[in-house]
């Protein structure tokens, strides 16, 4: 189903590295410095809409990059601030000298500060706070202004703390009162409540400083490059080579290595989670909750300590190429000592891939299948990608005799464009997909050129407020062809942008300075085939619903720096000719959800949340504070029985999946939970019932057509 077209991203991949860097020469001997050259000559020649940067760049630069470094605004002064401002209207100068003082200059501050801070908190946490005092805490923190005395700030971190410790104070005592621990243990005085909620906090502190004290100052320099470059658009970021690492990994869903999530404590490397299927898994012997103290590879006579190691760094020495063995040194959750050797293979990451389940209603068979990210191989295509899996998903259902297909993109935000376009042709004949413009170029058309179907009986697209980009794609073109019917928010996402990730590496000569990371940029818009762009406005569901983020400000349009809206010519397309009903399925649809018990439910539950959310004035006092929790609980238990609700549907797994299994408990239990959540689903229940509606309407009129042939 791959068609024949060519990838306007690949085009300007293999442009940029054959032609146009061959012509410049990027050897700055200052890595800083030959950093911000290569992006500044990146976002020039192949941002979509390159920006003048001048002082207003600068002064955004500066506002958005100083907010980035303390948005509590506990940590810089205000005589900092002033000082920093000398600046403000200078660094689009700097950055076209690839001049880094601005950022020297306020690094050496920023660990002054965080230094001093780290006193400041120790020194309050010493000492017991008085919660029967009248006084309250305001959380919004873009409203405050940076203090000028010492004095003042010491009160800002001790309200701040306070508004902490209140809430640890709460968790302590409603422990202390619950009939349990009165059965079992003596209870505590508040003296000791107090102090132990205390504890927790400077716990939780130290653990974040841990990690604020293991960032390198290149990691802080990404900080100050990534608040330029934010400046183009939302989506253009610049990758250190740790996050390009990790990005490579959530897009194609697999990495080489161990298969265990790790964890930086205060007392070391921890194992977080055992990813099922993996070597770790495999082998059996590394369990949650073990502590890595040293790593040795197969090639060495010592092992390597990894106690007090940053968590990037020892990660690199635990991963590998597949087939190499690794040794772990590991402290048992029982406190003894002992050597696991491991083979590294390669980790499939099971949450990143398409799943399906069947669903039985009334006698009648459906397939439902999620997809939680258009994911590929930037390596090789037709290594397992999105589009490949979810073409067997569909085979196998339809061996199962479903009789309609629900897509779940609900908070997919995304990924590859060639997969989108690959899984519509899945369900149309050929024609246009999606339309991609470049800046002073024609608009290319990315087609499905191949005639074949794989899924041409009843479809639904279910979308949310967190469905972007490539899920956008998919549910705008089968609404245009009206191929299928999308149930979901009142808008989608609304990111309507193309991006390239372009690795820094390729563009220096001879690089002595080690990995310059990649730099993720906007080069295209894509447009609807009927020449409408998703950009801000998202996509509008035939069928709207609400749900928890109906009042909460989320999307595209809520972002800094969004490109506009605009719209192109449509592209030459005819509608899906069927004996569906669309418009009479939609209309019995709205009927239906207008009537719902459940949904009014979850709309009056999403404004509670969302006058929740925008609270920002709270009592320090603790017996205030118990009675707003109160007032919280007792309103929230309106809701309760949104978890109670219940479904009459039936899921079960394809035979295929049984069978593993039988051989993977973590992945029956997955299952398993995923079926308990689709079965508490209103939205999956009101799918199935436009499903079904839609192949009652084929019925009518396939007769009603039958009949004027006679």
Same mark, same amino acid.
């Given at each position: 189903?791959?068609?024949?077209?060519?990838?306007?991203?690949?085009?300007?991949?293999?442009?940029?590295?054959?032609?146009?860097?061959?012509?410049?020469?990027?050897?700055?001997?200052?890595?800083?410095?030959?950093?911000?050259?290569?992006?500044?000559?990146?976002?020039?020649?192949?941002? @979509?809409?390159?920006?003048?940067?001048?002082?207003?760049?600068?002064?955004?630069?500066?506002?958005?990059?100083?907010?980035?470094?303390?948005?509590?605004?506990?940590?810089?002064?205000?005589?900092?601030?002033?000082?920093? &401002?000398?600046?403000?209207?200078?660094?689009?100068?700097?950055?076209?000298?690839?001049?880094?003082?601005?950022?020297?200059?306020?690094?050496?501050?920023?660990?002054?500060?965080?230094?001093?801070?780290?006193?400041?908190?120790?020194? *309050?946490?010493?000492?017991?706070?008085?919660?029967?005092?009248?006084?309250?805490?305001?959380?919004?923190?873009?409203?405050?202004?940076?203090?000028?005395?010492?004095?003042?700030?010491?009160?800002?971190?001790?309200?701040?703390?306070?508004?902490?410790? *209140?809430?640890?104070?709460?968790?302590?005592?409603?422990?202390?009162?619950?009939?349990?621990?009165?059965?079992?243990?003596?209870?505590?005085?508040?003296?000791?409540? &107090?102090?132990?909620?205390?504890?927790?906090?400077?716990?939780?502190? %130290?653990?974040?400083?841990?990690?604020? &004290? %293991?960032?390198?100052?290149?990691?802080?320099?990404?900080?100050?490059?990534?608040?330029?470059?934010?400046?183009?658009?939302?989506?253009?970021?610049?990758?250190?080579?740790?996050?390009?690492?990790?990005?490579?990994?959530?897009?194609?869903?697999?990495? &080489?290595?161990?298969?265990?999530?790790?964890?930086?404590?205060?007392?070391?490397?921890?194992?977080?989670?055992?990813?099922?299927?993996?070597?770790?898994?495999?082998?059996?012997?590394?369990?949650?909750?073990?502590?890595?103290?040293?790593?040795?590879?197969?090639?060495?006579?010592?092992?390597?300590?990894?106690?007090?190691?940053?968590?990037?760094?020892?990660?690199? @020495?635990?991963?590998?190429?597949?087939?190499?063995?690794?040794?772990?040194?590991?402290?048992?959750?029982?406190?003894?000592?002992?050597?696991?050797?491991?083979?590294?293979?390669?980790?499939?990451?099971?949450?990143?891939?398409?799943?399906?389940? *069947?669903?039985?209603?009334?006698?009648?068979?459906?397939?439902?299948?999620?997809?939680?990210?258009?994911?590929?191989?930037?390596?090789?295509?037709?290594?397992?990608?999105?589009?490949?899996?979810?073409?067997? $998903?569909?085979?196998?259902?339809?061996?199962?005799?479903?009789?309609?297909?629900?897509?779940?993109?609900?908070?997919?935000?995304?990924?590859?464009?060639?997969?989108?376009?690959?899984?519509?042709?899945?369900?149309?004949?050929?024609?246009?997909?999606?339309?991609?413009?470049?800046?002073?170029?024609? #608009? $290319?058309?990315?087609?499905?050129?191949?005639?074949?179907?794989? +899924?041409?009986?009843?479809?639904?697209?279910?979308?949310?407020?967190?469905?972007?980009?490539?899920?956008?794609?998919?549910?705008?073109?089968?609404?245009?062809?009206?191929?299928?019917?999308?149930?979901?928010? #009142?808008?989608?996402?609304?990111?309507?942008?193309?991006?390239?990730?372009?690795?820094?590496?390729?563009?220096?000569?001879?690089?002595?300075?080690?990995?310059?990371?990649?730099?993720?940029?906007?080069?295209?818009?894509?447009?609807?085939?009927?020449?409408?762009?998703?950009?801000?406005?998202?996509?509008?569901?035939?069928?709207?619903?609400?749900?928890?983020?109906?009042?909460?400000?989320?999307?595209?349009?809520?972002?800094?720096?969004?490109?506009? +809206?605009?719209?192109?010519?449509?592209?030459?397309? %005819?509608?899906?000719?069927?004996?569906?009903?669309?418009?009479?399925?939609?209309?019995?649809?709205?009927?239906?959800?207008?009537?719902?018990?459940?949904?009014?439910?979850?709309?009056?539950?999403?404004?509670?949340?969302?006058?929740?959310?925008?609270?920002?004035?709270?009592?320090?006092?603790?017996?205030?504070?118990?009675?707003?929790?109160?007032?919280?609980?007792?309103?929230?238990?309106?809701?309760?029985?949104?978890?109670?609700?219940?479904?009459?549907?039936? @899921?079960?797994?394809?035979?295929?999946?049984?069978?593993?299994?039988?051989?993977?408990?973590?992945?029956?239990?997955?299952?398993?939970?995923?079926?308990?959540?689709?079965?508490?689903?209103?939205?999956?229940?009101?799918?199935?019932?436009?499903?079904?509606?839609?192949?009652?309407?084929?019925?009518?009129?396939?007769?009603?057509?039958?009949?004027?042939?006679?």
């Amino acid at each position: 189903m791959k068609g024949n077209y060519k990838f306007l991203l690949l085009a300007l991949l293999i442009a940029f590295a054959s032609c146009s860097f061959t012509t410049k020469k990027f050897e700055d001997p200052d890595k800083d410095k030959l950093l911000i050259q290569l992006i500044t000559y990146l976002l020039d020649q192949g941002h @979509f809409d390159p920006k003048d940067i001048n002082d207003e760049f600068s002064a955004n630069v500066f506002k958005d990059y100083i907010n980035n470094l303390d948005p509590f605004k506990r940590y810089f002064y205000e005589s900092d601030i002033q000082e920093f &401002e000398a600046y403000k209207d200078k660094i689009d100068d700097q950055i076209k000298a690839y001049d880094v003082s601005f950022f020297n200059f306020t690094h050496e501050r920023l660990l002054q500060r965080i230094a001093e801070s780290k006193v400041i908190y120790t020194d *309050i946490l010493e000492k017991p706070f008085d919660f029967s005092k009248q006084e309250s805490y305001s959380a919004d923190y873009e409203e405050l202004e940076f203090v000028s005395k010492k004095r003042d700030m010491k009160e800002r971190w001790r309200q701040q703390l306070k508004f902490s410790t *209140i809430a640890n104070y709460d968790d302590v005592v409603s422990q202390d009162d619950s009939e349990e621990k009165a059965k079992t243990e003596k209870k505590k005085s508040l003296k000791e409540m &107090e102090s132990e909620a205390r504890l927790a906090t400077k716990k939780s502190l %130290d653990e974040l400083y841990d990690y604020i &004290e %293991d960032r390198r100052r290149e990691d802080w320099f990404s900080v100050y490059i990534n608040a330029i470059v934010e400046e183009f658009d939302p989506h253009t970021f610049y990758f250190a080579p740790e996050d390009k690492e990790r990005f490579d990994r959530d897009i194609s869903g697999k990495f &080489e290595g161990i298969g265990a999530r790790l964890q930086k404590k205060v007392d070391g490397i921890m194992v977080n989670e055992i990813i099922s299927g993996g070597p770790a898994w495999r082998a059996n012997e590394l369990e949650v909750g073990d502590q890595i103290l040293k790593v040795k590879q197969e090639d060495e006579k010592e092992p390597i300590t990894v106690v007090g190691m940053r968590l990037d760094d020892a990660i690199k @020495f635990i991963k590998g190429p597949k087939g190499t063995v690794v040794t772990l040194t590991l402290k048992k959750v029982d406190g003894t000592i002992q050597d696991i050797s491991i083979t590294r293979d390669i980790v499939e990451i099971e949450e990143t891939y398409a799943k399906s389940s *069947i669903v039985e209603k009334d006698g009648k068979a459906f397939g439902i299948i999620n997809l939680p990210k258009f994911y590929i191989s930037f390596e090789d295509y037709n290594e397992r990608n999105a589009a490949s899996d979810i073409k067997k $998903e569909i085979l196998r259902l339809k061996e199962q005799g479903v009789e309609g297909l629900v897509m779940d993109l609900r908070n997919n935000g995304g990924g590859s464009l060639q997969t989108v376009v690959d899984i519509a042709g899945l369900f149309i004949e050929e024609g246009p997909v999606v339309q991609v413009k470049t800046t002073g170029e024609a #608009k $290319e058309v990315l087609s499905d050129k191949d005639k074949s179907i794989v +899924w041409d009986g009843p479809l639904v697209i279910l979308v949310n407020e967190l469905s972007a980009s490539a899920s956008e794609i998919l549910a705008a073109a089968m609404q245009d062809y009206k191929r299928g019917i999308v149930i979901g928010s #009142k808008q989608t996402y609304g990111k309507g942008t193309v991006q390239t990730v372009m690795d820094l590496n390729r563009m220096v000569r001879n690089n002595t300075k080690g990995d310059m990371g990649a730099l993720k940029f906007t080069t295209q818009k894509f447009y609807r085939i009927n020449g409408g762009s998703t950009q801000l406005e998202g996509v509008k569901s035939d069928v709207v619903v609400p749900d928890r983020y109906s009042y909460i400000d989320i999307g595209e349009k809520n972002q800094e720096n969004p490109l506009p +809206w605009d719209k192109i010519d449509a592209a030459d397309y %005819d509608v899906w000719e069927n004996y569906f009903d669309y418009d009479t399925t939609i209309s019995k649809s709205k009927a239906r959800m207008a009537a719902n018990e459940q949904l009014k439910l979850i709309d009056a539950n999403a404004q509670w949340v969302k006058k929740i959310r925008d609270r920002e004035n709270y009592s320090l006092n603790y017996e205030d504070y118990k009675n707003e929790m109160q007032i919280n609980e007792e309103g929230a238990k309106r809701f309760s029985k949104l978890s109670e609700y219940q479904t009459n549907l039936t @899921f079960n797994s394809l035979p295929y999946e049984i069978k593993l299994m039988d051989q993977d408990t973590v992945l029956k239990e997955k299952r398993n939970r995923w079926h308990k959540a689709l079965a508490k689903d209103v939205y999956v229940e009101e799918a199935i019932n436009v499903l079904h509606d839609l192949k009652m309407t084929y019925a009518i009129k396939n007769n009603v057509a039958n009949s004027v042939k006679n």
